[in-house]
Nanobody, 119 residues
Framework: QVQLVESGGGLVQAGGSLRLSCAASGSISINGMRWYRQAPGNQRELVATITTRGMTNYADSVKGRFTISRDGPKNTVYLQMNSLKPEDTAVYYC??????????????WGQGTQVTVSS
């Protein structure tokens, strides 16, 4: 069974920083890793993506402020968030796709972690 456990959310003032972590347990061979976020009343949006080769992509709203990285052997993905703004307030979710017991799935999700940025 695959589980994704997130940590690192919290309350921070505008301009501050937070680092989110998401660790996958279980014998999964992970391909891509992603961070999404969902603010109240909004749809879930893709924030950042990292491939197995370390190629990254970011939403325009976070470019230059957020950095996604991964530790392959630990099956962990990180999101370093700097220069946080109140509009970054949301529940952040990690998502991975990969092979587990020979079956490919792209719907492995973390439980979500709240990030609140005060003005």
């Amino acid at each position: 069974q695959v589980q994704l456990v997130e940590s690192g959310g919290g309350l921070v003032q505008a301009g501050g920083s937070l680092r989110l972590s998401c660790a996958a347990s279980g014998s999964i061979s992970i391909n891509g890793m992603r961070w999404y976020r969902q603010a109240p009343g909004n749809q879930r949006e893709l924030v950042a993506t990292i491939t197995t080769r370390g190629m990254t992509n970011y939403a325009d709203s976070v470019k230059g402020r957020f950095t996604i990285s991964r530790d392959g052997p630990k099956n962990t993905v990180y999101l370093q968030m700097n220069s946080l703004k109140p509009e970054d307030t949301a529940v952040y979710y990690c998502n991975v796709d990969g092979f587990y017991s020979g079956t490919y799935r792209n719907d492995y999700w973390g439980q979500g972690t709240q990030v609140t940025v005060s003005s």
